[in-house]
């Protein structure tokens, strides 16, 4: 909020407002400087905003702007000036009212206030007051307001009519103010000595007509079908998937990540995954990516055949699903498997088990490839009715392996990277009568398929083994036998110098000790829709 500030200097007339202490003041200290040395510097401001809503409650704030110089105990001159005694005045429009007032100068110990209007003060007729007053202290000992080099002082809070119009407020001096209260000045301490302050401008308020609110677009209390990653991205001991503890207690991990990084290590031969099944043996760094088709939330959309929904089993239960998975077959394939609630044997067979599902499942696999190249679906249904299903546990698991091409594409260089979108498309939630379930949203995943910058030697850890590799080939430049293009990483674009040196060398040694899990510099996934 754009704000108006008035800044006033000057001297004129005296006070009232603690006036039963001036003579102590005065008594411990009875050199007076001149007139110049104490009005030199001294101001006070009045601060306020420049347009309010109708009815609304707003400040305005008293700042010293510059703190009175001289001043103090005796043999203690403190030439950074201060003060013991600061007040101020300000009179308002009279369709304005008062709410109250704040002392915020950090050095006042003792607060004195007057505060009310002038409706029958005939000087002037359209006007109302507030003032507001402190003191440092009131004994020998007073402690001496130096170390406060100027900033707020006072606060008065003020409703605005209910009406559009235009509102004044203006801070008021001594020898001024209507009715011959005390107005604005400071007090030096130990020479009795008034800094006032003159009128400021008349800061002119517009009230306004309140903005006119803009609703929030509220997502309806329905879930999303998300992919989340399967793994304990916020290690707390549970995936994404994941909802029972070790004592049997219900747990939703809520941390659904999307957005992806998969670590390249040694592919091995140029040959694509076997049935879709990962070469790396690192349990740490498995060559796949695992997500799971999740529900966001619990589904609480009313059953229609159960009448209004006044406990869980009146909302819809979850019975059948369907989705589908799009993708560039040129990079990934796709394995799908059942989630642990539609896993099984057949219901028909076995009609004691609950949560059992017959489902349909098109993808990468041998046995189930699908009829759209770059398209896997997956579908179950249950029979009968009360089987139980958990709708927060994992719909289906998609595990993503990266082609062979992927790991040719790339390199452990700067920003290296191919990132693969897993799209949602054609989900859909089905309750035990066959009625579909409303879903907000069929939520992506983009996965970024990279190297660990400098991992040369690709075991998502830049140590020794890297540094050898690459310190072997120094020299080297392509037509060389030993020159390998993938250890070419400076510069790190598109027009490689087809030789490692001295750079090259430097990238690596500078990332020793990173890792997958703690790469430096951060290597974070790629959203290919920002």
Known sequence: MNTSKIKVLGLLGLPLLAIAIAVML???????????????????????????????????????????????????????????????????????????????????????????????????????????GCLTGLTPAVQFGSQFKGGELFTFTLLAPNEKKKITVQMIGVGNPPGGTSGAS?????????IPVPDSDVIVIQVKNPPTATPTATPPPIPKMSKCDQTDNNEDGFKDSDTLNEAGDAVVDTNCVSQINHWLVRQGSKIPPADCLSVSTDPDFPGFVSLGEKLSQAIVSPDSKAGEPTSHDKFQQLAAFEFEVHYDATKVCI????????????????????????????????DSKPQLEGVARIGCVT?????G?????ALAIIDVYPQPEVYS???PNQFNGVVVQINNVNCDLSDEQGEAIPIFSCDDADITFRYLEGDVDPDCS?????????????????????????????????????DIDINDLQFVFGRFGSTCKDPHPDQDPVNPKA
């Open 26 to 132: 005065f008594a411990f200290n009875p050199t007076t400087p001149t007139t110049e040395a104490v009005v030199d510097g001294a101001a006070m401001g009045i601060d306020c905003p420049d347009n309010v809503s109708r009815g609304e409650v707003f400040k305005c704030s008293i700042t010293a702007d510059a703190i009175p110089p001289g001043g103090g105990q005796v043999g203690d001159p403190l030439p950074d000036g201060g003060y013991v005694l600061a007040q101020t005045y300000i009179v308002f429009s009279n369709n304005v009212t008062f709410v109250d007032s704040t002392i915020t100068w950090p050095d006042c110990s003792v607060e004195v206030e007057a505060q009310g209007d002038l409706k029958t003060n005939p000087t002037p007729q359209d006007l109302g007051f507030a003032s507001v």
């Open 409 to 411: 594409q790339a390199k």
């Open 383 to 387: 029979v009968g009715k009360d089987n």
């Open 186 to 194: 400071y007090k030096t301490f130990g020479t009795n000595t008034e």
């Open 389 to 393: 299903i958990d709708e927060l546990v």
């Open 462 to 498: 830049v140590d020794a083994s890297d540094a050898q590799a690459i310190a072997f080939r120094w020299g080297t430049s392509k037509g060389s036998l030993i020159y390998k293009d993938f250890m070419n990483l400076e510069p790190s674009n598109q027009q490689a110098d087809n």
């Open 335 to 366: 394995d799908l498997t059942v989630g642990d609630q539609f896993a099984g044997g057949n219901p028909i067979d076995d009609p004691e088990s609950p949560g059992i599902g017959i489902c349909v499942v098109e993808d990468d696999e041998p």
